[in-house]
């Protein structure tokens, strides 16, 4: 009786190993496939904007890619997200306020340049303005002109 089970078994082996060798796919030495990845690797990293909540200023750290500072106040004019106004937050920046473009200086003095006359700007919306603008270069507290419509505003610093 165990002669038959173990034929069996040594029969249903031997044609499972003949299906698997049988089954087309030869051997192949090394296939080039070109040259590995290579370039920037672009990492996870954080931003900070000045939105306002309670008539006062209130840092808000959003994570995202890497974005130029003219980028970031383009979000700053854009407004809060659902779940920043869920917990009070809206800025005074308008909308409309771009396009923005930076300059740095290399004495610490950035100039921010936005379309929007200096008269559409309220106060809390400059303050806005300079802080997300320092915020871009936290290595260095940094003075900040804003010309808005050909007028200056400032140089100011972000009261932290």
């Known amino acids: 009786m165990r002669t038959g089970l173990a034929r069996r078994v040594l029969a249903a082996g031997l044609v499972s190993l003949i299906a698997v060798a049988g089954c087309g796919v030869r051997p192949t030495g090394v296939v080039p496939a070109g040259d590995p990845p290579s370039g920037p690797v672009e990492l996870a990293t954080t931003m900070t904007i000045y939105l306002v909540k309670n008539g006062r200023l209130s840092p808000v750290t959003r994570p995202g890619r890497r974005l130029s500072q003219a980028d970031i106040l383009t ?51 400059v303050q806005q303005i300079v802080c997300t603008a320092a915020a871009t270069v936290p290595e260095s507290p940094a003075q900040v002109t804003v010309i808005a419509a050909g007028q200056n505003i400032g140089p100011r610093n972000c009261p932290r």
């Open 75 to 125: 979000l700053l004019a854009a407004g809060p997200t659902e779940r920043e106004q869920a917990h009070g937050l809206t800025t005074d920046v308008p909308p409309d306020a771009g396009p923005f473009s930076v300059t740095a200086k290399p004495t610490g003095h950035m100039v921010v340049t936005l379309s929007t006359p200096a008269d559409d700007l309220s106060p809390l919306a």
